[in-house]
T-cell receptor
């Protein structure tokens, strides 16, 4: 059983639309949650961290966390072609080990 | 603030040869991580250091992989002997601590085994 699951995609959205990326995790003791963006051939780049239930907004990005449902999501508003990348969900469990999902490929059509 | 430095960027070797990667974390970051990322997959943790001590090496193939962080700053990861399945990108990351702070990644080393 995978510990951090993401839909591999590709998720295709038109420019200007909202892209919704989802992630579920199995460790109920998880306390820290991260979203990374990874362009092809590049290393992961931190977008957002979230630690408590609810929404956290940063510019066009909103992270949503629901610990009861073991679910974390990332919304990208006003999607741009430059947002086309793989988005990695990372979860730090109760033992402080960070586990990454396989990523969701996002394609924003101009 | 300088980011995580890694070298080399690319390495091509034949199977059964040895290879070493170097990483210098962001200044002041106590926690250093080595990940292996195979194409199409998420990064897989190989080893995590807190200062110069190992916190987690449960997924490190210890018969062929070794890593050290002797002075609690920079680190080396070695593979000896390399196998075809070791072809991957090796990512180094660092964080202020290993608890709540996010990790910041270097550019990685792309390893190809012939």
């Amino acid at each position: 059983q995978k510990e951090v699951e993401q839909n591999s995609g590709p998720l295709s959205v038109p420019e200007g639309a909202i892209a919704s990326l989802n992630c579920t995790y199995s460790d109920r003791g998880s306390q820290s949650f991260f979203w990374y963006r990874q362009y092809s051939g590049k290393s992961p780049e931190l977008i957002m961290s979230i630690y408590s239930n609810g929404d956290k907004e940063d510019g066009r990005f909103t992270a949503q966390l629901n610990k009861a449902s073991q679910y974390v999501s990332l919304l990208i508003r006003d999607s741009q072609p430059s947002d086309s990348a793989t988005y990695l969900c990372a979860v730090r469990g109760g033992g402080f080990k960070t586990i990454f999902g396989a990523g969701t490929r996002l394609f924003v059509k101009a | 603030e300088a980011g995580v430095a890694q070298s080399p960027r690319y390495k091509i070797i034949e199977k059964r040869q040895s290879v070493a990667f170097w990483c210098n974390p962001i200044s002041g970051h106590a926690t250093l991580y080595w990940y292996q990322q195979i194409l199409g997959q998420g990064p897989k943790l190989l080893i995590q250091f807190q200062n110069n001590g190992v916190v987690d090496d449960s997924q490190l193939p210890k018969d062929r992989f070794s890593a050290e962080r002797l002075k609690g700053v920079d680190s080396t990861l070695k593979i000896q002997p390399a196998k075809l399945e070791d072809s991957a990108v090796y990512l180094c990351a660092s964080s202020l601590d290993g608890r709540d702070q996010p990790q910041h990644f270097g550019d990685g080393t792309r390893l190809s085994i012939l």
